[in-house]
Every structure is written in structure tokens, then in C-alpha cells.
């Protein structure tokens, strides 16, 4: 029998003969590589799964008058329709109207293009009766532009100002000019639309005289810091009569939350690695000092200290192997169940993570043999057999 076929027959006997201690490192090894597996797997979709989460946040562009116009013609709008398709982009013209009441901000949108700028918004209460955190897709559906054109929304710190009630009709004044228009819905924004009334941009348009003129545009990129800023200076360059600039506590509230959780995630799994380095090499260094008298038989009969050590760096990198694969299973399951329950989606299947998960249960592994090597070629067969 030659030394390989020996060393795998003594590296079985090692699992078969003695479980306890073998299971008490595979367990640790098995934990370290279930983290890893479901760390890595979430790290590699996070910038887009929170990019999608962001989205909640609308806007983070807008496109503004230079110098000290109000507003710019909607031509520039147009010339934005040829920007990606994923690139959102959103008119808007405001005034100062009058209702009955008293003064209240007017916002002036295209309604159909609200509610993808801005899945995040909540209808309080609709035209069907008071409803529950709905979605504002969810209310108004897939409605065309025509649609919107005879009615309007209203934030719900407005409509509890003035008294409107979903169903009656709202007349808005301006420079002696009015429009009556039905109130469809009451919506929750988190910004300054709770306090305005948003009626079809055209109808604003005509009630201030100015056709074709904006006040700004929002816009929703998507992507990393870097891209958004990129796609700004292409905007900026491809239109320099009128201002685009970033909304900062968007994009930098985006990059750097991405940013904490990944660092978050590498200081756990440095955390949990040191911990199973420790616990593995604790249960080995047990077992050098079980295997102290079968180590000075095998140094008396020429054993080197390099193929002993080899013997248990042999052992734990088979648990190792057989901990990553396993480890591998139960960690990407517990990031499927993570981001169904946190960005409800599903993860894709990545090869690559069940690479870096063996590599990182191997090398700690190895690591964990540092310390019961040493102590290996420490022992003197002499005194081991004698008994002391």
C-alpha cells in the first residue's frame, strides 16, 4: 500500500472511529460557510435591489430654468424622450391659485407618468370610498392621459386645510381665470405635494396662460452614484440652456446606505470566520493531544512532521470541502428567504458564490491547522512513549 492510499484509508478511520470531534469541526466550518454563502449571495444583488427600493424615493435629477428664468419651454421635454427607457422622466409647472378657502400651491403634471416617478406615494382615499396605504399605480390603474384630464389629486395636508372630500368638485382661480375639476383621490407623499393640489399640466397651462412653458422636470435614473452623475453631464451637455442637477439627499442617502450595509456584512463575516478559526482550531489541538501516543509511534518509525501535519490538514480540508458544499445549500436558501421578505424577489443562482465559499471555508481551515501543527512538531516521541 502506498503513502496516498494510506493517508486516505487514515483520514476515513479519523471521521469513522472518531465522530465526536470530527462533527464538532465540520459544524463550525458548516456554520462559517452557511454565513459566507448567504452574505455573498446578497452582496453581489444589493446595489440593485436597493436601487429598487430607492425608486420609493422618486426623483434624484432634475432639470431646472438657468439663470433667473421661472420657466423653460416644454420643448425640452421632448428632447428628453430620447433618453433610455429607463430613465423616467416628469413634467411639472407650478402657480399659486385660490380656491374658496384661500391660496394653495398648484402642480401641474402629466398624472399618467405619476405614479411610475413615484411608487412610493399612498392614496388615503379614493373615489371608491376611504381606503389603506394604497399604491397610486394600484388606484388609478392603467388610465390614459385623457383620463386624467377631468379631475384631480390632492395632498392629504391640503385636503384636510381646504375640507375636500373625494367625488365633489374643486374650483381653482387664477389671474381671473377658474377651472372646476372633480377631486379623484387623496394621496400621501412624504414631501411638499401633501400640501398641493395636482391637476393635468395642460389644464394649468391654459389657466396661467403659459403654453408649452414648464417650471422643471424630474427625472429618475437608475444605477450606481457614478451613473447618475455620468448620465447628469450627458443631460447637462446635450441641453446647456437650462440646469440639471442632482437631488443630493437622494443620491448620496442611495450610495451610502448601500455602502453600510456591505461594509455591516463584511465586519459580520469577519466576526463569524475569526470565531469558527478559533473553534476549529481548539477542536483539532484537542485532537493532537488525543493522538499525542499514535504521533510518537509514527515519528519512531520515520513519520515525518510534515506528513503528519499533513494528516490533519487532510481531515479538515475534506470537512471543509463537504461543509462549503452543504453550507453552500443552507446559505443561499437563507438569502432567498431574505430578500423575499425584505426586497420580495427571488435571487438568481450564482456559481461563482459556491467558489468563493469553498475558497474561504478551505483557507479557514487551513488556517485553524496553524497552531496544532506547531504543536505536532513539538512533540517528542521519547517522552510520549515513556509515559511522561
Same mark, same amino acid.
Given at each position: %500500500?502506498?503513502?496516498?492510499?494510506?493517508?486516505?484509508?487514515?483520514?476515513?478511520?479519523?471521521?469513522?472511529?472518531?465522530?465526536?470531534?470530527?462533527?464538532?469541526?465540520?459544524?463550525?466550518?458548516?456554520?462559517?460557510?452557511?454565513?459566507? !454563502?448567504?452574505?455573498?449571495?446578497?452582496?453581489?444583488?444589493?446595489?440593485?435591489?436597493?436601487?429598487?427600493?430607492?425608486?420609493?424615493?422618486?426623483?434624484?435629477?432634475?432639470?431646472?430654468? !438657468?439663470?433667473?428664468?421661472?420657466?423653460?419651454? +416644454?420643448?425640452?421635454?421632448? &428632447?428628453?424622450?430620447?433618453?433610455?427607457?429607463?430613465?423616467?422622466?416628469?413634467?411639472?409647472? /407650478?402657480?399659486?391659485?385660490?380656491?374658496?378657502?384661500?391660496?394653495?400651491?398648484?402642480?401641474?403634471?402629466?398624472?399618467?407618468?405619476? @405614479?411610475?416617478?413615484?411608487?412610493?406615494?399612498?392614496?388615503?382615499?379614493?373615489?371608491?370610498?376611504?381606503?389603506?396605504?394604497?399604491?397610486?399605480?394600484?388606484?388609478?390603474?392603467?388610465?390614459?392621459?385623457?383620463?386624467? &384630464?377631468?379631475?384631480?389629486?390632492?395632498?392629504?395636508?391640503?385636503?384636510?386645510?381646504?375640507?375636500?372630500?373625494?367625488?365633489? $368638485?374643486?374650483?381653482?382661480? /387664477?389671474?381671473?381665470?377658474?377651472?372646476?375639476?372633480?377631486? +379623484?383621490?387623496?394621496?400621501?407623499?412624504?414631501?411638499?405635494?401633501?400640501?398641493?393640489?395636482?391637476? $393635468?399640466?395642460?389644464?394649468? +397651462?391654459?389657466?396661467?396662460?403659459?403654453?408649452?412653458?414648464?417650471?422643471?422636470?424630474?427625472?429618475?435614473? $437608475?444605477?450606481?452614484?457614478? &451613473?447618475?452623475?455620468?448620465?447628469?453631464?450627458?443631460?447637462?451637455?446635450?441641453?446647456?440652456?437650462?440646469?440639471?442637477?442632482?437631488?443630493?439627499? #437622494?443620491?448620496?442617502?442611495?450610495?451610502?446606505? *448601500? %455602502?453600510?450595509?456591505?461594509?455591516?456584512? /463584511?465586519? %459580520?463575516?469577519? #466576526?463569524?470566520?475569526?470565531?469558527?478559526?478559533?473553534?476549529?482550531?481548539? =477542536? *483539532?489541538?484537542?485532537?493532537?493531544?488525543?493522538? +499525542?501516543?499514535?504521533?510518537?509511534?509514527?515519528? =519512531?518509525?520515520?513519520?515525518?512532521?510534515?506528513?503528519?501535519?499533513?494528516?490533519?490538514?487532510?481531515?479538515?480540508?475534506?470537512?471543509?470541502?463537504?461543509?462549503?458544499?452543504?453550507? /453552500?445549500?443552507?446559505?443561499?436558501?437563507?438569502?432567498?428567504?431574505?430578500?423575499?421578505?425584505?426586497?420580495?424577489?427571488?435571487?438568481?443562482?450564482?456559481?461563482?458564490?459556491?467558489?468563493?465559499?469553498? @475558497?474561504?471555508? =478551505?483557507? *479557514?481551515?487551513?488556517?485553524?491547522?496553524?497552531?496544532?501543527?506547531?504543536?505536532?512538531?513539538?512533540?517528542?516521541?521519547?517522552?510520549?512513549?515513556?509515559?511522561?
Amino acid at each position: %500500500m502506498n503513502r496516498w492510499k494510506m493517508l486516505v484509508r487514515i483520514i476515513f478511520k479519523a471521521f469513522w472511529f472518531r465522530p465526536g470531534k470530527a462533527s464538532s469541526s465540520f459544524a463550525a466550518l458548516a456554520v462559517g460557510a452557511t454565513l459566507s !454563502s448567504a452574505f455573498l449571495s446578497l452582496y453581489f444583488v444589493l446595489p440593485g435591489k436597493m436601487s429598487e427600493e430607492f425608486r420609493n424615493l422618486g426623483a434624484n435629477l432634475v432639470v431646472t430654468p !438657468s439663470g433667473n428664468e421661472q420657466t423653460f419651454s +416644454q420643448e425640452i421635454f421632448t &428632447q428628453l424622450g430620447a433618453q433610455p427607457p429607463q430613465v423616467i422622466a416628469l413634467p411639472w409647472l /407650478y402657480a399659486i391659485g385660490k380656491t374658496a378657502k384661500g391660496e394653495v400651491v398648484l402642480g401641474g403634471t402629466d398624472l399618467s407618468r405619476l @405614479a411610475s416617478l413615484n411608487p412610493g406615494w399612498k392614496v388615503v382615499a379614493n373615489g371608491m370610498g376611504t381606503t389603506s396605504n394604497q399604491t397610486l399605480e394600484a388606484v388609478l390603474g392603467r388610465k390614459t392621459q385623457a383620463d386624467h &384630464q377631468s379631475w384631480l389629486l390632492a395632498g392629504e395636508k391640503a385636503a384636510a386645510h381646504f375640507g375636500w372630500s373625494v367625488g365633489e $368638485p374643486v374650483e381653482l382661480n /387664477y389671474a381671473g381665470k377658474s377651472i372646476r375639476l372633480p377631486l +379623484q383621490a387623496v394621496v400621501s407623499t412624504g414631501g411638499s405635494e401633501d400640501s398641493q393640489a395636482l391637476v $393635468p399640466i395642460s389644464d394649468l +397651462q391654459e389657466l396661467t396662460s403659459q403654453p408649452g412653458r414648464l417650471s422643471l422636470i424630474q427625472l429618475r435614473v $437608475p444605477g450606481s452614484t457614478a &451613473q447618475v452623475e455620468s448620465r447628469r453631464q450627458e443631460i447637462a451637455a446635450l441641453l446647456p440652456e437650462v440646469e440639471v442637477r442632482p437631488l443630493r439627499p #437622494v443620491v448620496e442617502s442611495e450610495a451610502r446606505v *448601500v %455602502m453600510k450595509v456591505r461594509a455591516l456584512m /463584511y465586519g %459580520m463575516t469577519a #466576526v463569524v470566520l475569526g470565531i469558527v478559526i478559533l473553534s476549529v482550531m481548539s =477542536t *483539532v489541538s484537542g485532537l493532537v493531544l488525543d493522538r +499525542q501516543r499514535d504521533i510518537g509511534i509514527i515519528k =519512531t518509525l520515520g513519520g515525518s512532521d510534515f506528513m503528519i501535519s499533513l494528516l490533519f490538514m487532510a481531515e479538515l480540508a475534506v470537512s471543509a470541502l463537504l461543509a462549503a458544499a452543504l453550507g /453552500y445549500l443552507l446559505g443561499f436558501g437563507l438569502a432567498e428567504w431574505a430578500a423575499r421578505d425584505i426586497f420580495h424577489s427571488s435571487l438568481p443562482w450564482r456559481w461563482s458564490v459556491l467558489a468563493s465559499v469553498t @475558497a474561504v471555508s =478551505t483557507a *479557514v481551515a487551513l488556517v485553524a491547522t496553524a497552531f496544532p501543527i506547531h504543536l505536532v512538531r513539538r512533540l517528542e516521541p521519547a517522552v510520549i512513549l515513556k509515559g511522561n
